[in-house]
């Protein structure tokens, strides 16, 4: 995530627009504009924000969902950062890395989901919008998925 090459191209205007969209339409939060990246109302909750701003990205956050644009698709990431986090926290990431199956270490920054939509060249613009909204609708699915199992475990 932190390091993504962001600029002020097309591409950039038209995914930030869209996530702009998303977060009035109430399905992620989205705060800065000519970011890729977004958190949600669920994942905050259940992951909040630290006090201090000392994660993995030197934020508060402790979670990211972050987009990359790699040859001619557009790809979605969710991402835990595991510095400077609380017991809590530490319990909550351990409930999700083990309903995926993955591997429990110290880490600064775990991916525990990506996935990729090709973008047609024939209606370029329309085609990444589409596949910012496809992503983050997978996205969102998947993350209900996982709190549902990462809840169970933790009762």
């Given at each position: 995530f932190e390091n993504v090459?962001?600029?002020n191209s097309?591409?950039?205007e038209i995914i930030c627009r869209e996530l702009q969209q998303l977060s009035s339409e109430g399905k992620i939060i989205y705060g800065e504009s000519n970011r890729?990246?977004?958190?949600t109302k669920e994942m905050d909750e259940f992951?909040?924000?630290?006090?201090d701003a000392n994660s993995s990205w030197g934020t508060n956050y402790v979670y990211w969902y972050w987009f990359e644009k790699y040859e001619d698709a557009l790809v979605i990431h969710f991402e835990?950062?595991?510095w400077n986090t609380t017991e809590e926290h530490k319990k909550h990431m351990s409930a999700l890395i083990e309903v995926l199956g993955k591997k429990q270490d110290d880490f600064r920054f775990k991916r525990l989901y990506y996935k990729k939509v090709k973008l047609s060249q024939d209606d370029y613009e329309e085609s990444l919008k589409k596949a910012v909204r496809t992503l983050v609708d997978?996205?969102?699915k998947n993350e209900t998925m996982l709190l549902n199992k990462a809840k169970?475990?933790?009762?």
């Open positions: 090459n962001i600029d097309a591409d950039s890729w990246s977004f958190s992951l909040p924000a630290l006090i835990l950062g595991g997978n996205a969102i169970e475990l933790l009762n």
